[in-house]
């Protein structure tokens, strides 16, 4: 299983952004798979997460209403789309993959992921 994130950069506060995670090496349709960033010193966190199955999403309360998940089957891809970008959205931006559906209660949870992609960096200037 290979994860392959895309699509970070530097941009100016109340740009958009467009990421893009790569997936190779299982069958993407039973797969949940997770956004998740990390700023220094912080903690990790969910930005937004989908089972690919169903189309169910989860999105963290400090994006809600500026990101937007989508998947491509065809091309074995999840895309996050960011706009309204701010300083706080400055992080390291990881996807990762789980190999069955995850209940929505939970997708949410680093700890249910059992593979992750190497991350890109998305720097907000102010």
């Known amino acids: 299983v290979q994860l392959q994130a895309s699509g970070g950069g530097l941009v100016q506060a109340g740009g958009s952004l467009r990421l893009s995670c790569s997936a190779s090496?299982?069958?993407?349709?039973?797969?949940?798979i997770g956004w998740f960033r990390q700023a220094p010193g912080k903690e990790r966190e969910a930005v937004s997460c989908?089972?690919?199955?169903?189309?169910?999403?989860f999105y963290g309360q400090s994006v809600a209403g500026r990101v937007t998940i989508s998947s491509d089957s065809a091309k074995k891809s999840v895309y996050l789309q960011m706009s309204s970008l701010n300083a706080e959205d400055t992080a390291v931006y990881y996807c990762?993959?789980?190999?069955?559906?995850?209940?929505?209660?939970?997708?949410?949870?680093?700890?249910?992921?059992?593979?992750w992609g190497q991350g890109t960096q998305v720097t907000v200037s102010s």
């Open positions: 990762a993959a789980r190999n069955r559906r995850i209940v929505i209660s939970s997708i949410h949870l680093a700890g249910v992921y059992d593979y």
């Open positions: 090496g299982f069958t993407f349709d039973e797969y949940a």
């Open positions: 989908i089972n690919i199955s169903d189309g169910s999403t």
